[in-house]
């Protein structure tokens, strides 16, 4: 499996990124797919998660109602759309696959990470 996250950038507190992850060696529409990220100094911690179980989704409390977690099936990508982005955004953005027990927990299949930054 090997996962390709890009969309990292700089943007202003308040805007929007969108994080994509192209997955090659497995398919997105058939296996449970997320986000991590980890802030400098910080442990890596649970952003988000589709399963392919009627596209159920999960996200941390912290990015409720402003990320949302997508896939296109044809594309073999799932993306990351992050609104009214907080400097506590600030991270590097990983994508991870897994089956659906492990994907907010410890998911084994990681991407490189791909570097947000929110300036206040």
């Known amino acids: 499996v090997q996962l390709q996250a890009s969309g990292g950038g700089s943007v202003q507190a308040g805007g929007s990124l969108k994080l994509s992850c192209a997955a090659s060696?497995?398919?997105?529409?058939?296996?449970?797919m997320g986000w991590f990220r980890q802030a400098p100094g910080k442990e890596r911690v649970f952003v988000a998660a589709i399963t392919p179980i009627e596209d159920y989704t999960v996200y941390a409390d912290s990015v409720k109602g402003r990320f949302t977690i997508s896939r296109d099936n044809a594309k073999n990508t799932i993306y990351l759309q992050m609104n009214m982005l907080k400097p506590e955004d600030t991270a590097v953005y990983y994508c991870?696959?897994?089956?659906?027990?492990?994907?907010?927990?410890?998911?084994?299949?990681w991407g490189q990470g791909t570097l947000v930054t929110v300036s206040s």
């Open positions: 060696g497995t398919t997105v529409g058939s296996v449970s």
């Open positions: 991870v696959v897994d089956q659906f027990a492990r994907i907010t927990r410890d998911p084994r299949y």
